[in-house]
């Protein structure tokens, strides 16, 4: 699936803040794929009941591409044209989501790793996601010390 694609199939699933485990469904197995084609790891990391952040990794990332998968109310899908693809998140920010994969799956075609891919929820309202993963930073920077304990 390429970019674009991957951009529509994201702004067609309903992701405002408070229902992003959807879209955090989605990008599980859609991620699994990908980690599992290139030996990588894909985890939840619990931001609030029902809410996750998804992380997917390659080796120890020294590198993480981020972003936020709610949107803000109201949803509506996506509709493309011969310029743009429209709909709730487009730019903000499952096209940016759709980017930062299609950039890791072209890194690691090349060979390269030691990259991850976190998305998290709830950066639309109460930033749910990024204080869970601040808060669990070394669990996100290191993963293979966290299933050593």
């Known amino acids: 699936m390429n970019a674009f694609e991957l951009t529509r199939a994201l702004v067609d699933i309903e992701s405002t ?3 992003e485990k959807n879209v955090g469904n989605y990008l599980f197995t859609h991620l699994s794929a990908l980690t599992a084609r290139y ?17 997917a990794y390659w080796g120890e990332p020294v590198v993480t591409f981020s972003t936020h998968m709610d949107t803000v109310p109201p949803f509506f899908g996506s509709r493309e044209d011969g310029e743009f ?24 075609a ?20 990024a204080i869970a993963a601040a808060a669990n930073s070394a669990w996100v920077a290191i993963p293979h010390q966290r299933r050593a304990h």
Do not use: Q, Y
Not at 39 to 55: H, M
Not at 94 to 104: E, H, N, P, S, T
Not at 112 to 129: D, I, T, Y
């Open 17 to 19: 803040t408070n229902h």
């Open 85 to 108: 693809i429209w709909g709730r998140g487009s730019c903000d920010a499952k096209g940016i989501i759709a980017a930062m994969i299609a950039a890791a799956e072209k890194l690691l």
């Open 110 to 129: 090349a060979g390269r790793a030691n990259l991850g891919l976190l998305f998290v929820v709830g950066e639309e309202r109460n930033s749910a996601g």
């Open 39 to 55: 030996k990588g790891g894909i985890e939840r990391i619990p931001a609030e009941p029902n809410r996750d952040n998804i992380f």
